[in-house]
């Protein structure tokens, strides 16, 4: 006699969980970060099934995993991965996102999501994540069919990784991830997704190439997310064959050796007056990469809005993102990788009219990288230098906002691709989860979080994290016992009405020990040193906590100095 459903019992069925972990594997994805929720149990425990190819961080806070699967992004080229519950997870994790969309770094952010009977109910912690991250992902999805997660993950990969790189989010429904569905019935995972980008036209860099051999006073800014090693090399024997001149754009410091002859310094907030002088008196700027945002142009005022001065060739991966603020003479889509391997064969001339200047711009930095001296007995400058001198070529130095990265901007050099991890989003409590996560993706480099002391606290249960997976960071924390750079505006615009912005401590050193980390307190600058040389031996994160005086407001002004410049700015 013929069994009913003979086949049907027997086929092998899978699930939407388990078919986002597979994509996840094709994809050589090799962690994620996560705080665990009940909304995605389902994808947990096929990860339990994967750990030798997934590593499964769990995090203290998702606003932490989204910001170290953002450093990932950053760091590797290739998406990020952070797995968040539905409301408050998905709420906490939205600054790695919103960072991610300005920093335009890839990354994918999965969302355990309401089940589908229990939709638009306004179900426990329901949100509609299409209209939340709307305008902060490149990309918001909800896989409603378990069916299609092969295509949606397929997608976001594509998505996150292509053209202007940024943030995808997809929300997964707590149904759709645990049913089970036949096998058979699912789509096929796709292989893994490739970076998608544009090349520039023959004609164009034969344009390229005139507009530069006509200039007098030619200037680069290179930056932006989609280096990678060989790019910079290209761009490296680019910049040397037509003795250009380099400024690179804000909080992307390591497209280029700061050490070369040709690097001019950074084009960012702080930025060194005879560098924007220099940029503002250029004929011809080639921007390579940068989006040409606030942060790199001072505010929108080194360049007239929308038609520049210069002679403006804008590059940028995005279409959208030419022409957004300023009209380009000459705006080129294309992957930075492929237009750096052209301009390493572009024919210069063997005599610019510009040659020396380069050396100049250089000479130029290295005169503003001189510290000044601060009010305090530990002087930042000098402290950022010993750091330098001290640390590989190759340590990752990550920071997240505050004045305090202004010394390190302007007083550290970076030599190596990568060797900055900093949110140009200007997101605090960026830099201690990103360094734990660089850690954990390079565990043979060493990882140094400099943080301020209220940058540090915003994220300061990610010590937990570094210590439960052996993430031998130092954290080096600016402690001034206030919000430096609020008290800062402060003072300029409301002087002597301090409200707000102070702030009382724990004992940073005892915090670090109590999660079994090294600790320690630098009073002066003679400390620092051998402060950091017992961090970096501890065989354990570490933590230095460096106290400095709340005067020492900026790498050049005091308080008091700051004050007083407000005060004339009004006319008092
Ligand atoms: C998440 C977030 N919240 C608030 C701000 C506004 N903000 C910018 S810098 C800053 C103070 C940073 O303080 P701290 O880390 O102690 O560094 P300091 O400026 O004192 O050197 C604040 C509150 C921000 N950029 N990011």
């Known amino acids: 006699m013929q069994q009913p459903n003979a086949s049907a019992t027997t086929e092998a069925t899978t699930t939407g969980a388990r078919l986002v972990v597979d994509a996840l594997v094709a994809n050589g994805v090799e962690r994620v970060f996560c705080v665990p929720g009940e909304s995605y149990l389902a994808v947990l425990d096929s990860l339990s099934d994967e750990t030798a ?32 519950t539905r409301g408050p997870g998905a709420t906490h994790a939205s600054i790695g996102v919103h960072t991610a969309f300005q920093d335009s770094t890839p990354m994918i952010l999965l969302i355990g999501q309401v089940a589908r009977e229990q939709m638009d109910r306004e179900a426990f912690q329901e949100i509609d994540y299409r209209r939340m991250f709307g305008q902060m992902a490149k990309w918001v999805a909800q896989i409603d069919d378990a069916r299609r997660v092969p295509e949606y993950l397929s997608h976001a990969f594509h998505v996150a990784m292509s053209g202007r790189p940024g943030p995808v989010v997809l929300a997964l429904p707590e149904d759709m991830l645990s049913g089970a569905i036949p096998a058979s019935e699912a789509q096929p995972i796709a292989p893994s997704a490739q970076r998608v980008q544009a090349s520039p036209s023959a004609a164009q860099m034969e344009r390229v190439r005139e507009l530069l051999a006509g200039a007098k006073k030619p200037f680069v800014i290179a930056g932006g997310h989609g280096w990678n090693p060989q790019a910079c090399a290209d761009f490296q024997r680019f910049v040397e064959n037509w003795q ?21 310094g950074d084009v960012g907030l702080g930025i060194n007056p005879a560098l924007a002088k220099r940029i503002r008196e250029a004929d011809v700027l080639l921007a390579l990469g940068p989006r040409l945002g606030e942060s790199t142009t001072g505010g929108y005022t080194l ?25 380009a003479d000459l705006p080129i889509v294309s992957g930075l990788a492929e237009i750096a391997a052209l301009l390493a064969e572009l024919p210069a001339p063997a005599q610019p009219a510009w040659g020396g200047s380069a050396a100049q711009a250089h000479e130029a930095w290295h005169a503003w990288r001189k510290p000044l001296p601060m009010p305090g007995d530990v002087q930042l400058g000098e402290v950022m230098q010993q750091l330098r001198a001290r640390l590989p070529d190759d340590a990752i130095v990550t920071n997240g906002a505050g004045n305090y990265a202004t010394w ?19 997101a605090m409590g960026y830099g201690v989860p990103a360094a734990i996560a660089a850690k954990s993706q390079y565990p043979s480099r060493t990882v140094v979080a400099l943080a301020g002391d209220g940058c540090f ?7 937990a994290t570094a210590m439960q ?40 050193a005892a915090f670090a020990q109590s999660f079994g980390a090294h600790g320690e307190v630098v009073t002066t600058t003679a400390q ?20 400095v005086t709340k005067e020492a407001s900026t790498p050049a002004a005091t308080l008091e100095q700051i004050r007083e410049a407000g005060r004339k700015m009004r006319g008092e």
Do not use: W
Request: aromatic share 8%; net charge positive; charged share 20%.
């Open 53 to 84: 190819k997934i590593e499964t961080v769990v995090c203290r806070h998702e606003a932490a995993a989204a910001n170290m699967a953002e450093a990932i992004g950053k760091l590797t080229g290739r998406p990020g991965i952070a797995l968040v």
């Open 244 to 264: 250009l001149p380099v400024g690179l754009a804000f909080r992307f410091q390591d497209t280029l050796n700061n050490d070369h002859p040709n690097y001019a």
């Open 303 to 327: 360049f007239d809005i929308p038609k520049t001065k210069q002679t403006l060739i804008h590059v940028h991966q995005g279409a959208e993102e030419l022409g957004r603020v300023y009209a």
């Open 408 to 426: 390190l901007h302007r007083h550290f050099a970076y030599r190596h691709f990568r060797s900055q991890l900093a949110p140009t989003s200007g």
């Open 457 to 463: 606290m915003m994220a300061s249960s990610e010590l």
């Open 469 to 508: 997976y052996g993430l031998n960071v130092v954290f080096i924390v600016v402690n001034n016992a206030h919000y430096g750079t609020i008290r800062m505006h402060q003072e300029r615009h409301y002087p002597n009405r301090v409200h707000g912005t102070q702030l009382t401590n724990p004992d940073f």
């Open 528 to 547: 620092f040193a051998p402060a950091l040389e017992r961090a970096l031996t501890a065989g354990k994160p570490a933590l230095i906590e460096i106290r």
